[in-house]
């Protein structure tokens, strides 16, 4: 009987403690919204776009190697992440990083990396122009690093774009650049941001391909200049090698382990006389691992117990994967698959320019997000909380078809290129699409491609099809990339807006599940279009377009997330790049429906403002959606996804316009 009431009490103890910590999430108006994980521990949320991790060294006494990580100069800093603990499953958690200063200005542009000799000295060195890097040792009193000093780099054919140093299984150390090989056919200039394929359907310039040159020297210090050599031909991989570290098997076997932007992860062997070609780190069905997101700049993270593994940062998060201390047949190295380090208290994450949707995803009758991201993920982040006081947890990658959701353009359908082949840009909108009283997904994405997944699941279990395409007249939509495409019922329809070939503004209404007519173009009140952007390329498209009744006058209007360099409707006076005040940033603009929803037309933009100030959110696009969530739960207030992969959430009492 005991037992059982102390069982009891320890439930209920634990209870209260998610209640507490649901309580403690409470959305602040202007503030990217918290990870309402019970625990406390949530993903690890970079501090910019991307986060390269220069290395990792053991600074305070608990033998576990802790983080050093750069933003980009988007949020330029250099941080130290003390590790705290292994999760059950090996995963590491750290902590809130403590910024770091650097003994120059911290631009975000001089790429850096880290390594600890065996003196327990942490020696960090950065790359200044293409044949120079300053190097200094770190002070672990005053988280700073010293005065810098100079080394210059010989031998090198051309510039290096990125370099790492490693031991060697003698104890010296080797620096390793990553060299571009020269191409040898002319080189089309970009016009408008971009390049375009050849009448046969090819990139018109020659892939970049990438080899390494290498230093070796006996210590670290009193470097004035270092002796380059060629290690490998210059043709690794396609367009750059993201960052180096060092493994070292129980055996004694040295490898250089090299991630890439493209994602495949290199492992070569290493001895005296250099490196061996490239093994691979793969997967236990010896596959090779390819990372979640573009780029991965790699760290090999072990501490006193079993547990070892690779970090590899990018843009969009920092993975794990677990060292299963195996080789395939090939020598290649098995890790087992990429899991999400974690942080105390981190902000809610969704990986880089994420594009949220508020909804009921899962039936429980309070808002989830389910999101897009710059990787091409959609992702689920269920609320364990209520409206009022909302628990965001992890998210999850939504399935479609059995198979999570990554959309890819590859080669051919990026307009920017085949380098910008993994970036997928997915652009979620969750809405009832056929009727059928589950939530089913809308998409635009990188491809310009506008998509439908159809659930086909229940309202507590949904279920997605495939991808299905929307056509038009039988040919499949094709609107401006990386947008959102507005999505309502009005005037009695399914009504759905993108971008055309025009970069205006453009109105369809649903035929059925997977076909929709063409209804024009939309209008201003004085009759002309509403355009997207003042320049071509890769500038059209990108805005993100939410249907809301946001004056609640009984008409629904539109809001748009749009980036620094947009002007809406017009490149003259379009905003918020005609803005009077100068300072640019994306932004969220009103649109007012002066017309019925049947018969819609719209005011000149307004810009929405927090506090009386414009709401500038970086350079890329922002994303807003819409929910009677936070508050008193009873007022329609704002969410805006960010480039940097937070949410910030905005009382609608603040806001203005």
């Known amino acids: 009987m005991l037992n059982r009431i102390l069982f009891i009490l320890v439930l209920l103890m634990n209870q209260l403690h998610i209640l507490a910590q649901q309580a403690e999430s409470t959305f602040v108006s ?28 053991i600074v305070n ?62 020696h960090g060195f950065w790359r200044f122009g293409g044949k120079a890097i300053k190097t200094s040792v770190f002070d672990k009193s005053s988280t700073s690093f010293d005065e810098a000093k100079s080394i210059t780099v010989n031998g090198l054919p051309r510039g290096f774009s990125t370099f790492g140093v490693v031991k060697t299984p003698e104890g010296k150390y080797l620096f390793l650049f990553t060299i571009a090989k020269v191409s040898t056919s002319p080189v089309i200039k970009m016009q408008f941001d971009s390049l375009y394929y050849t009448p046969e359907g090819f990139w018109p310039n020659e892939l970049t391909e990438v080899g390494i040159y290498g230093a070796l ?154 999101s897009g991201n710059s990787a091409g993920n959609i992702l689920f982040f269920k609320n364990t909380g209520t409206n009022i006081k909302p628990a965001y947890q992890n998210p999850v990658a939504l399935e479609a078809g059995g198979v999570k959701i990554h959309v890819q353009p590859g080669y051919r359908e990026d307009i920017q290129g085949p380098h910008e082949a993994r970036w997928g840009y997915t652009c979620p909108v969750v809405y009832d699409w056929n009727k059928d009283g589950l939530p089913d997904i809308l998409t635009g994405d990188s491809r310009g491609k ?98 809301v009744d946001w004056d609640g006058d009984g008409v629904k209007d539109m809001l748009i997330g749009t980036g620094r360099g947009a002007a809406i409707p017009n490149p003259m006076t379009g905003l918020p790049y005609n803005r009077k005040i100068k300072n640019e940033g994306a932004a969220v603009l009103f649109l007012r429906n002066a017309g019925t929803d049947a018969e819609p037309i719209f005011e000149f933009p307004k ?35 960010t480039e940097y992969g937070t949410f910030i959430y905005y009382d609608r009492k603040d806001l203005s316009w």
């Open 217 to 370: 020297v006996n210590d670290l210090e009193n470097l004035k200049q270092l002796e380059a050599k060629p290690l490998t031909e210059l043709n690794q991989t396609y367009f750059g090698i993201s960052g180096y570290t060092g493994y070292e098997t129980k055996s004694k076997e040295k490898y250089v382990i090299c991630g890439t932007r493209m994602g495949n992860i290199h492992a070569y062997p290493i001895d005296e006389n250099g490196l061996y070609p490239t093994k691979y780190v793969v997967d236990k069905n010896h596959i090779i691992q390819r990372t979640p997101t573009v780029n991965g700049y790699p760290t090999y993270f072990k501490g006193p117990g079993q547990t070892e593994g690779l970090l590899l940062s990018g843009e969009g998060g920092i993975f794990f994967y677990q060292n299963t201390k195996q080789k395939d047949k090939n020598g290649n190295l098995v890790f087992e698959d990429p899991a999400y380090i974690l942080q105390e208290n981190p902000t809610l994450y969704g990986g880089s320019l994420v594009v949220p949707s508020l909804t009921d995803w899962d039936g429980d009758g309070v808002l989830d997000i389910v």
């Open 607 to 641: 810009m929405m403002k927090f506090k009386g100030e414009d709401i500038l959110l970086g350079a890329h696009e922002c994303a807003p959606t819409t929910g009677y969530i936070g508050g008193d739960g009873k007022t329609l207030n704002l969410i805006v996804g």
């Open 30 to 57: 202007g503030e990217p919204i918290k990870n309402g994980s019970a625990d406390g521990i949530g993903h690890f949320a970079l501090p910019s776009i991307t986060g390269a991790i220069m290395g990792m060294a």
């Open 450 to 547: 506008f998509m439908v997944y159809v659930n086909k699941g229940t309202k507590s279990k949904p279920a997605l099809e495939s991808e299905h395409p929307l056509y038009i007249k039988g040919l499949n939509v094709h609107g401006g990339w990386r947008s959102i495409p507005g999505v309502a019922e009005m005037g009695g329809k399914d009504v759905y807006i993108i971008l055309d070939r025009d970069n205006d503004f453009h109105l369809y209404y649903k035929t059925d599940t997977y076909n929709i007519d063409d209804a024009g173009k939309l209008k201003l009140t004085d009759g002309k279009n509403i355009h997207g952007h003042r320049r071509k390329g890769g500038q059209y498209g990108r805005a993100k377009t939410h249907i």
């Open 61 to 122: 006494d608990d033998e576990y190697p802790d983080l050093f990580l750069q933003s980009d100069n988007r949020a330029p800093g250099t941080y130290l992440y003390y590790f705290k603990k292994l999760t059950e499953k090996g995963e590491p958690v750290f902590s809130q990083g403590v910024k770091i200063k650097l003994p120059f200005e911290d631009t975000g542009r001089n790429r850096g990396t880290v390594i600890q000799t065996s003196d327990k000295q942490i």
